[in-house]
């Protein structure tokens, strides 16, 4: 069985940073693409950033390309993502997942299998 755990949410102001971290259990942690999400209020749970097996290729949304970056450690069965220059409307909970290797890039939920239990960010004005 997989599980996820997230950490590093908080309160920030707008302009700040936060690191988010991911630990996975699994046999084969390099097995898996990661991926982080997002869900603000009302909304529905959106695409954020996803990482290749060994970290060689990564893929996010527009919205927050050149602030977010997302990085794994497989010595570590960790997941990251680290989140500058954050806006209010980066507020929201977020979520990482794991998926399946096959047919990167993988951007909608439908296409991982494993969640976290998510971490809230708020990013005030």
């Known amino acids: 069985q997989v599980q996820l755990v997230e950490s590093g949410g908080g309160s920030v102001q707008a302009g700040g940073s936060l690191k988010l971290s991911c630990v996975v259990s699994a046999r084969s942690f390099d097995r898996y693409v990661m991926g982080w999400f997002r869900q603000a209020p009302g909304k529905e749970r959106e695409f954020v950033a996803a990482?290749?097996?060994?970290?060689?290729?990564?893929y996010y949304t527009d919205s927050v390309k050149g602030r977010f970056t997302i990085s794994r450690d497989n010595a570590k069965n960790t997941v990251s993502l680290q989140m500058n220059s954050l806006k209010p409307e980066d507020t929201a909970v977020y979520y990482c997942?794991?998926?399946?290797?096959?047919?990167?890039?993988?951007?909608?939920?439908?296409?991982?299998?494993?969640w976290g239990q998510g971490t809230q960010v708020t990013v005030s004005s």
């Open positions: 990482i290749s097996r060994f970290g060689v290729s990564t």
């Open positions: 997942a794991a998926g399946p290797v096959s047919g990167w890039p993988r951007t909608s939920v439908f296409e991982y299998d494993y």
